[in-house]
T-cell receptor, first 111, second 115 residues
Framework: SQQGEEDPQALSIQEGENATMNCSYK?????LQWYRQNSGRGLVHLIL?????REKHSGRLRVTLDTSKKSSSLLITASRAADTASYFCATGLSSNYKLTFGKGTLLTVNP | NAGVTQTPKFQVLKTGQSMTLQCAQD?????MSWYRQDPGMGLRLIHY???????DQGEVPNGYNVSRSTTEDFPLRLLSAAPSQTSVYFCASSPGQGAYNQPQHFGDGTRLSIL
């Protein structure tokens, strides 16, 4: 069964705008990761945030984690056409060694 | 540094045929896994391995076999292909013995169609 669920399923914005994607999950986790997938390619790791962290930054990416609400958000600032991709959250639990992926958000950045 | 290499990139099979999807990594990663990606379903874990000689089932293992005789290679075998196995298959690897706390390195996938 899926642990993480992204929202919205699809998002279309103009270049230069910010994009926010959300991820909700059902059970306690140790870590949460965000990945990007360009069309026809494999997934690329963006950020890992641990359960004792609330916010993490990487370049134009900002990830927040609220364990009390079992949710995370990914913010991409000043979006570019090259950011057009699907974005997935994945939750990790130490007891089962695995990552469980959500269904993804398709982000389209229009030039 | 090639990372994770999957072959073939595309394959068409007939129902009942068998085949092996190859996955190799050159990063000396202990953890390797196979996912399938279907429209609207996200990625689902098929099998995974925490090191040479050790494999375990994921979420959707039926119809697939794996083995891990070396650190570098983790082939996925379809025993008797069925149309329901039409999908895009991704192999991933990471250091350590758990995917939950390490960034995963993905290959570019094998697009498989079963007629």
């Amino acid at each position: 069964s899926q642990q993480g669920e992204e929202d919205p399923q699809a998002l279309s914005i103009q270049e230069g705008e910010n994009a926010t994607m959300n991820c909700s999950y059902k059970t306690s986790i140790n870590n949460l990761q965000w990945y990007r997938q360009n069309s026809g390619r494999g997934l690329v790791h963006l950020i890992l945030i641990r359960s004792n962290e609330r916010e993490k930054h990487s370049g134009r990416l900002r990830v927040t984690l609220d364990t009390s609400k079992k949710s995370s958000s990914l913010l991409i600032t000043a979006s570019r056409a090259a950011d057009t991709a699907s974005y997935f959250c994945a939750t990790g639990l130490s007891s089962n060694y695995k990552l469980t992926f959500g269904k993804g958000t398709l982000l389209t950045v229009n030039p | 540094n090639a990372g994770v290499t999957q072959t073939p990139k595309f394959q068409v099979l007939k129902t009942g045929q068998s085949m092996t999807l190859q996955c190799a990594q050159d990063m000396n990663h202990e953890y390797m896994s196979w996912y399938r990606q279907d429209p609207g379903m996200g990625l689902r874990l098929i099998h995974y391995s925490v090191g040479a000689g050790i494999t375990d089932q994921g979420e959707v293992p039926n119809g697939y076999n794996v083995s891990r005789s070396t650190t570098e290679d983790f082939p996925l075998r379809l025993l008797s292909a069925a149309p329901s196995q039409t999908s895009v298959y991704f192999c991933a690897s990471s250091p350590g013995q758990g995917a939950y706390n390490q960034p995963q390195h993905f290959g570019d996938g094998t697009r498989l169609s079963i007629l």
